[in-house]
């Protein structure tokens, strides 16, 4: 069982910068896909960011592409969503989540099955 704990949220104007981490307890996330998603209100859950930390392959959504970076730590325990350059339509619950490589795509909530609680962030403009 992974369990995954995000911390860093809060509260921005726009062009501030936010870093989330998710830190991953009791398991090594080198041999997971770890993900940042987002949910605004009333609008589907959205892939933000993924990295593969075994070979550091990463995926980012077109929105957040030059603004935003995935990375893990050396201990490859945390993963951290640097975000820069923030918009109010980055305004989200953003949720850090895991899967094993054989399931489903690296960027598809759907095929993640491990959640963190979320972290709000909020860009104000």
């Known amino acids: 069982q992974v369990q995954l704990v995000e911390s860093g949220g809060g509260s921005v104007q726009a062009g501030g910068s936010l870093r989330l981490s998710c830190a991953a307890s009791?398991?090594?996330?080198?041999?997971?896909?770890m993900g940042w998603f987002r949910q605004a209100p009333g609008k589907e859950r959205e892939g933000v960011a993924t990295?593969?930390?075994?070979?550091?392959?990463?995926y980012y959504a077109d929105s957040v592409k030059g603004r935003f970076t995935i990375s893990h730590d050396n201990a490859k325990t945390t993963v951290f969503l640097h975000m820069n350059n923030l918009k109010p339509e980055d305004t989200a619950m953003y949720y850090c989540?895991?899967?094993?490589?054989?399931?489903?795509?690296?960027?598809?909530?759907?095929?993640?099955?491990?959640w963190g609680q979320g972290t709000q962030v909020t860009v104000s403009s």
């Open positions: 009791s398991v090594s996330i080198n041999n997971l896909w």
């Open positions: 990295i593969y930390p075994s070979d550091g392959t990463t």
């Open positions: 989540a895991a899967k094993h490589p054989w399931i489903g795509s690296p960027i598809l909530p759907s095929d993640y099955n491990y």
